[in-house]
Structures are given as structure tokens and as C-alpha cells.
């Protein structure tokens, strides 16, 4: 028998980095209309770049939760802004990538209610092909699917894999395929064309995109960026990009088995063209 058969039909918003002022209006402006207009039963947000474009604070956690923001992941950036060593143990939505070493302040998972009832577990993990060495996410999702396994534990997971090479997130992807319901890929701030259902029934995106101005090096001022690559020496802060945001996310709906069953990019307001998951629009 299948003991996932009959769990509740769920409607997920992942909506990626959210870099900076321009970026946090948009989350704030966008998120409680598509909350209600889709009737989500989860949005879970990545805050990395929230604060000025490195970190996040307390207030703007408030803020996105306020706004119907259920789960905050983070990600290399995670503690830029030194508050957050401190707060993080009283949010406990608020997530740092779960492969952080053992006794560092915060915790990578959470399981959060939907007002429906529903288990949702939220996961955040780094990569570390071109990042810090942190522990082996692919162990640490084991670790985690095995304390509460889709269906048993919980009616939905989500996975933020938050990494930099492209072949890392995709044999992630494939690695935790059928066990969790969405595989939603950060940090590298640009959206890629390929959500889709893998064989094994999991929502999966190489990358989100950011919520940010796309006027700009990955969500940050061109000029600094620009002096960098051409002249090779610092020589000013990087600084978020202020024009109007994009909110970029990717929806997902759960079937019975709790693994998806559609899947669609979003993208509304700023420099990109606009997309919707047309199927909750019926
Ligand atoms: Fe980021
Ligand atoms: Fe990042």
C-alpha cells in the first residue's frame, strides 16, 4: 500500500533571493496579493541578500513574515550581518543552510503549519563546489528525509539548495528526487528555463533568480562591479541596484503522493518579462 496516498493537495511558493531594498519592496508589495489571489499554502522566501545585499536582519524577517512569508532560507551569506548570529535562535522560521558546522547558532530545518493543517518541511542546504567546504549536504538530507520522510513525517518538503555550479544543484536534484516535493536552486541570482517534475516526481529549478533589479551584476550598482573586472582593484562598496525588482519564484503543486504534480516559473514587475503559473489562474 501506498502510505502516501492520501495527503492534502498543496499550493508552494518558492520566491528566490531577495537582494536589497528594491528587492524586499517587491516581496512586500507582491507576496500578499499572490497569497490570496493563488490561496498558497506556503511561501517560503531566501533572504541571504535582504540587508543591503548581505545578510538579513530581524526586522526585515518580521517584515517578510508579516507579509505571508511561512519560512526564511538563508545561504553563504547567511550571517554578514553579525545580528543575526544572535536572533536566529528565536526565529525559528528562519533557516541557515543545515550542512553549517556542528554548534554554529541557528538551526537549517524547520516544519511549518499551513493554516490548513498541513506539515511542511523546509530544508536549506549549501553547496560547496565553488563555495566554503561546508559538511556534505547530500549526507545532511538523508540525515533530515530520514527523521521525517514525505508522507510520514510531513505532506510536503522543500528543498533551498543554495550553490554556485550548475552540475551540483542538477545531480542534487536527481539525488533527492522523489522524496521531497520541490528542489528550488539559489545563489546565482539569474532564473533558469528549466523548472520541471523530475522521473522521480519532484519539482525541481537550477535556479530561481533573485528578487532584485536585473539592472545590474546580480542584483548589486553596475559601476563597482564594473571597475573590478576591468581595473582588478577595488574601489568602492558593492551596493543593491535600486530600480524596480523583479519577484522571482517558482509554484509548485503537491499531489496525493505529496510530490509535485505542476510546476511553473513567476515572474512579476522589474526589467524581465512576466510569467504565471496559469494553472491556478482557471
Ligand atoms: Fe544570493
Ligand atoms: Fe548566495
Not at 115 to 124: C, M, S, T, Y
Not at 148 to 172: M, N, R, W, Y
Amino acid at each position: 500500500m501506498d502510505r502516501r496516498a492520501g495527503l492534502p493537495l498543496m499550493r508552494l511558493l518558492f520566491i528566490g533571493d531577495v537582494v536589497g531594498r528594491a528587492g524586499r519592496a517587491a516581496l512586500l508589495a507582491h507576496a500578499p496579493a499572490l497569497r490570496d489571489r493563488w490561496r498558497l499554502d506556503l511561501v517560503v522566501a531566501n533572504a541571504e541578500n535582504a540587508a543591503g545585499g548581505f545578510g538579513v536582519t530581524e526586522a526585515i524577517c518580521d517584515a517578510f513574515f508579516a507579509a505571508g512569508v511561512d519560512a526564511i532560507t538563508l545561504g553563504n551569506h547567511a550571517f554578514d550581518q553579525r545580528e543575526a548570529l544572535v536572533f536566529i535562535d528565536r526565529q525559528p522560521r528562519l533557516l541557515r543552510p543545515a550542512n553549517y558546522p556542528k554548534g554554529a547558532p541557528g538551526r537549517g530545518v524547520a516544519m511549518i503549519e499551513t493554516a490548513a493543517g498541513a506539515k511542511a518541511l523546509v530544508i536549506n542546504l549549501l553547496g560547496r563546489v565553488f563555495m566554503d567546504p561546508l559538511d556534505d549536504p547530500f549526507q545532511r538530507v538523508d540525515e533530515e528525509l530520514a527523521l521525517c520522510p514525505l508522507g510520514a513525517g510531513c505532506d510536503a518538503a522543500i528543498v533551498d539548495f543554495h550553490a554556485e555550479a550548475t552540475s551540483e544543484k542538477q545531480a542534487f536534484g536527481y539525488y533527492v528526487d522523489g522524496r521531497v516535493s520541490l528542489i528550488a536552486c539559489t545563489h546565482t541570482h539569474v532564473p533558469t528555463a528549466d523548472a520541471r517534475i523530475l522521473p522521480g516526481g519532484a519539482g525541481f529549478v537550477t535556479d530561481v533568480g533573485m528578487t532584485g533589479d536585473y539592472d545590474s551584476v546580480i542584483g548589486m550598482a553596475k559601476e563597482e562591479p564594473l571597475r573590478r573586472f576591468t581595473r582588478h582593484i577595488p574601489s568602492g562598496r558593492l551596493e543593491p541596484a535600486l530600480g524596480a525588482a523583479t519577484l522571482c519564484g517558482v509554484a509548485v503543486e503537491t499531489g496525493r503522493d505529496g510530490l509535485a504534480r505542476r510546476i511553473a516559473p513567476l515572474r512579476v514587475g522589474g526589467a524581465l518579462a512576466p510569467t504565471e503559473p496559469e494553472f491556478w489562474n482557471d
